[in-house]
T-cell receptor, first 111, second 114 residues
Framework: QQQVKQSPQSLIVQKGGISIINCAYE??????FPWYQQFPGKGPALLIA?????SEKKEGRFTISFNKSAKQFSLHIMDSQPGDSATYFC??????????FGTGTKLQVIP | DGGITQSPKYLFRKEGQNVTLSCEQN?????MYWYRQDPGQGLRLIYY???????QKGDIAEGYSVSREKKESFPLTVTSAQKNPTAFYLC?????????????FGPGTRLTVL
């Protein structure tokens, strides 16, 4: 079974601070590395994703850093805002490998 | 508006009853998925369909059944064989039939067994 390990389980950050969430995987066949954001009572939505041909991707305040040799990728949220308070999931996949979601990180940004 | 709709939003079931959750998409996506989410946990794959009239079991298919007779629709039946069905159920779709693509999620159905 594919292993995906997401950390931390929960995170409290001051407004304006940097939030960092990590995801480690085992399957080297993965070629799509997304982060999904989920608000309470809603379905998840894609936040940002990266392919293995680049090591970093930035969209506004959100950045994915990808380390292929370490089989890890991380989500960085710069200038964190209370509206970023949500649960974040990594879900590496690709090719013929079924997606496996991480267990989620509950982020709380306090004013 | 293009998107995925799920109904009902809330569903209550008595023990021993089968219930069917609806999922419809107008995104013209080939692939559709059903996930189960328990409190404080990640999403677990129940069933998926990469093309009409075909579907495969996911990681936790026992006690569930699906059909894919139309491209737009992928209903999930929770049978009485599912021992612990109380959960939040999410339907998703993706453009490509492979796995390396964005999944678009519906708003979810919260099922409670009384």
């Amino acid at each position: 079974q594919q292993q995906v390990k997401q950390s931390p389980q929960s995170l409290i950050v001051q407004k304006g601070g940097i939030s960092i969430i990590n995801c480690a995987y085992e399957n080297t066949a993965f070629d799509y590395f997304p982060w999904y954001q989920q608000f309470p009572g809603k379905g998840p939505a894609l936040l940002i994703a990266i392919r293995p041909d680049v090591s970093e991707k930035k969209e506004g305040r959100f950045t994915i850093s990808f380390n292929k040799s370490a089989k890890q990728f991380s989500l960085h949220i710069m200038d964190s805002q209370p509206g970023d308070s949500a649960t974040y999931f990594c879900a590496p996949t690709g090719g013929y490998q079924k997606v496996t979601f991480g267990t989620g990180t509950k982020l709380q940004v306090i004013p | 508006d293009g998107g995925i709709t799920q109904s009902p939003k809330y569903l209550f079931r008595k023990e021993g009853q089968n219930v069917t959750l609806s999922c419809e998409q107008n995104l013209n996506h080939d692939a559709m998925y059903w996930y189960r989410q328990d409190p404080g946990q990640g999403l677990r794959l129940i069933y998926y369909s990469q093309i009409v009239n075909d579907f495969q079991k996911g990681d936790i298919a026992e006690g569930y059944s699906v059909s894919r007779e139309k491209k737009e629709s992928f209903p999930l039946t929770v049978t009485s064989a599912q021992k612990n069905p109380t959960a939040f159920y999410l339907c998703a779709s993706s453009l490509a039939s492979g796995w390396g693509d964005e999944q678009f999620f519906g708003p979810g159905t919260r099922l409670t067994v009384l």
